[in-house]
């Protein structure tokens, strides 16, 4: 844990108490703080009285005097309509912040942050691995694993950075600053794309001569972000990434080979467990990213071959009578999808949960791909209209009932290549606590099936 020393002899208020928001409590306590915090789930407030804390409801009156509201990334900060702790904090002068901004203040650590709309998760642990490889001492977290607060930190953070937690925080500033892609998201609580692009810009904030810049230039709103970061002129390395086309002074990662400035580097088909083209974009990120931290090629290309995969995102569990069974719960919209529906010809498709904006429409072009989707949750009828008659489909309804159906029809049928994927397009929350809960799920199905 991370003692905030800095805090020390001041009164905090914390909202939200999940794992983030008590970790944040106990480092503010064990730098010597006062702690007022609060959540407007009763299970929470339980959950943090056998921590030891004494909930108190956020009002004007109880963050008057406080140097800070600790805010869960989870809680609209500004979108749709600001949450009443928020308003109340703004009215008696207190700044909102979030438990990064926090670790930031107290370590002023060396900071490599990654964002974007799909594929940071991928992007953070797989440059996670390759610095650990190369005998780097990090801590990773942000908005992947353990809340950062929570571990005994090392002078360099890795962090994946989700908009909601940039907002939260403003003193970022990023040694080594990477942008993915942008692509629509989470605009119910943003208000616009707009709004959604200027928050994830804001990756680069702060950096200055001898930083990083890494920016993917394959959609319009990050190739604005690079003409802008190019006309400012601070100093910083900028260096692009595609992977639709060979760039002549950047990292390109084309029909299945990573270029560096036009040069083949490798196949990519070194890297089995980084399948597809999205993957191919994780890959040539992570490469310049590492290159930036003072890697050598073989040692980066050497470290991304040994690493394993993400959880919840492609990963294999097991083969059924010779049949894939993909765990891709981490794919919450059907951007995400996309990525994994391109990977494989013949697929038995789990889908469904809380639908984003648009549902499944984008993902047209890959319906022949689908040999049967079966739909759980609360988009089954909606994915079912979309479906129609160009895919055959079942409204499985549940996640063990469409696990069932999947491989009783995919062994059943025996075609080559076939794969049952779990691939939602989705949010998890109607059904379970999380999409880890649903990948969970789904592998001990997995499991008990092939058992």
């Known amino acids: 844990?991370?003692?905030?020393?800095?805090?020390?002899?001041?009164?905090?208020?914390?909202?939200?108490?999940?794992?983030?928001?008590?970790?944040?409590?106990?480092?503010?306590?064990?730098?010597?703080?006062?702690?007022?915090?609060?959540?407007?789930?009763?299970?929470?407030?339980?959950?943090?009285?056998?921590?030891?804390?004494?909930?108190?409801?956020?009002?004007?009156?109880?963050?008057?005097?406080?140097?800070?509201?600790?805010?869960?990334?989870?809680?609209?900060?500004?979108?749709?309509?600001?949450?009443?702790?928020?308003?109340?904090?703004?009215?008696?002068?207190?700044?909102?912040?979030?438990?990064?901004?926090?670790?930031?203040?107290?370590?002023?650590?060396?900071?490599?942050g990654i964002t974007g709309t799909n594929g940071k998760s991928t992007t953070t642990a797989l440059l996670a691995h390759v610095l650990r490889a190369a005998n780097r001492s990090i801590t990773l977290g942000g908005n992947i694993g353990l809340p950062v607060l929570e571990q005994d930190a090392a002078d360099t953070f890795v962090l994946e950075m989700s908009s909601f937690q940039i907002d939260l925080t403003p003193g970022w500033q990023a040694r080594i600053a990477v942008l993915l892609n942008i692509t629509p998201d989470h605009l119910d609580r943003h208000g616009s794309m707009e709004n959604y692009a200027a928050i994830k810009r804001r990756i680069f904030n702060g950096q200055k001569a001898g930083d990083t810049a890494v920016i993917g230039v394959d959609d319009e709103y990050c190739r604005a972000i690079h003409a802008a970061l190019q006309a400012e002129k601070t100093g910083r390395a900028i260096v692009p990434v595609s992977v639709e086309r060979i760039l002549p002074d950047g990292i390109s990662a084309v029909?299945?080979?990573?270029?560096?400035?036009?040069?083949?580097?490798?196949?990519?088909?070194?890297?089995?467990?980084?399948?597809?083209?999205?993957?191919?974009?994780?890959?040539?990120?992570?490469?310049?990213?590492?290159k930036a931290a003072g890697l050598e090629r073989a040692d980066i290309l050497a470290a991304i071959a040994t690493f394993p995969g993400l959880r919840h995102r492609l990963q294999k569990v097991a083969e059924i009578a010779g049949i894939p069974c993909i765990n891709d719960s981490k794919a919450t919209n059907a951007e995400a999808t996309e990525k994994a529906l391109a990977c494989f010809d013949t697929i038995y498709w789990i889908a469904g949960g809380k639908a984003k904006d648009g549902g499944i429409k984008m993902l047209a072009p890959y319906f022949p791909r689908i040999r049967h989707a079966f739909l759980i949750g609360h988009a089954a009828n909606e994915f079912a209209a979309t479906l129609g008659a160009s895919v055959p489909h079942s409204v499985s309804g549940t996640l063990d009932r469409a696990v069932h159906d999947a491989l009783a029809l995919a062994k059943s049928e025996k075609r080559p290549g076939a794969v049952v994927l779990l691939s939602p397009a989705c949010a998890s929350y109607d059904q379970f606590k999380s999409f880890e809960h649903r990948g969970d799920v789904f592998i001990k199905l997995i499991e008990e099936a092939a058992a």
């Open 255 to 290: 029909d299945g080979v990573l270029y560096e400035n036009g040069v083949r580097v490798e196949n990519l088909s070194r890297f089995p467990a980084l399948p597809g083209k999205h993957n191919g974009q994780n890959i040539a990120m992570v490469y310049a990213a590492a």
């Open 1 to 112: 844990m991370i003692a905030l020393g800095h805090a020390k002899g001041q009164t905090y208020a914390v909202f939200g108490l999940g794992r983030s928001g008590l970790a944040a409590a106990r480092a503010l306590v064990a730098g010597g703080a006062e702690v007022r915090l609060w959540d407007d789930s009763e299970a929470s407030r339980q959950a943090a009285e056998q921590a030891g804390f004494k909930p108190v409801p956020l009002n004007d009156a109880t963050l008057t005097g406080c140097a800070a509201l600790l805010l869960a990334p989870g809680v609209p900060l500004t979108h749709p309509v600001p949450h009443e702790s928020v308003t109340a904090a703004a009215r008696v002068g207190v700044p909102v912040i979030g438990d990064i901004e926090l670790a930031l203040r107290e370590r002023h650590p060396v900071v490599y």
